[in-house]
């Protein structure tokens, strides 16, 4: 459904200024699950992202709970 509504990738770090825009193929939690369980279904927590994008941000979050 987020896709639906976002095809496109709505994180931009890792995809800025390519052309065409990158396609969203993964839907990202703006809050992490881990840190906020209650938002886990909020339509407004969510946004679409790229691999490379998504990618990033999991790995950036993983390292500040290490
Ligand atoms: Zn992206």
Same mark, same amino acid.
């Given at each position: 459904?987020? !896709?639906?509504?976002d095809p496109l990738c709505q994180i931009r770090t890792h995809c800025k200024g390519m052309l065409p825009d990158s396609v969203a193929v *993964?839907? /990202?939690?703006i809050v992490p699950i881990a840190r906020a369980p209650g938002l886990r279904l909020r339509w /407004?927590? !969510?946004?679409? &992202?790229c691999r490379a994008c998504h990618q990033a941000?999991?790995? &950036? *979050?993983?390292q500040g709970e290490a």
């Open positions: 459904m987020k !896709l639906a509504a *993964e839907v /990202d939690h /407004d927590n !969510l946004q679409s &992202a941000k999991t790995w &950036a *979050e993983n």
